[in-house]
Nanobody, 118 residues
């Protein structure tokens, strides 16, 4: 079992920045892919950015050039970060961390609210 805990959401003005963090603990040894998704009110959940265990990344077109995903790890945890710059009102959503594990298994965090508003 893998547990994901997210942090870093909040209220920010348009043009501002936020950094989201997600830490995975538990049976992390076979995680091969971590990602951030978001879901705005009335819309489907969508992929924002992803990173593989080898460090390959991909981004949704809407965030390319503004968001950066990165990974970190310790002996007992895997982490994924999302640096969000030049935020726009359209980025307002609940952001969810996801981890894929060989099995296959997929795990989700509880979500963190990001609101971009003046």
């Amino acid at each position: 079992q893998v547990k994901l805990v997210e942090s870093g959401g909040g209220l920010v003005q348009p043009g501002g920045s936020l950094r989201l963090s997600c830490t995975a603990s538990g049976r992390i040894f076979s995680i091969y892919h971590m990602a951030w998704y978001r879901q705005a009110p009335g819309k489907q959940r969508e992929l924002v950015a992803a990173v593989t265990i080898a460090g390959h990344t991909n981004y949704a077109d809407a965030v390319k050039g503004r968001f950066t995903i990165s990974r970190g790890n310790t002996v007992n945890t895997e982490s994924v970060f999302l640096e969000m710059n030049s935020l726009e009102p359209e980025d307002t959503a609940v952001y969810y961390c996801n981890a894929l594990q060989y099995g296959p298994d997929s795990y989700w965090g509880q979500g963190t609210q990001v609101t971009v508003s003046s």
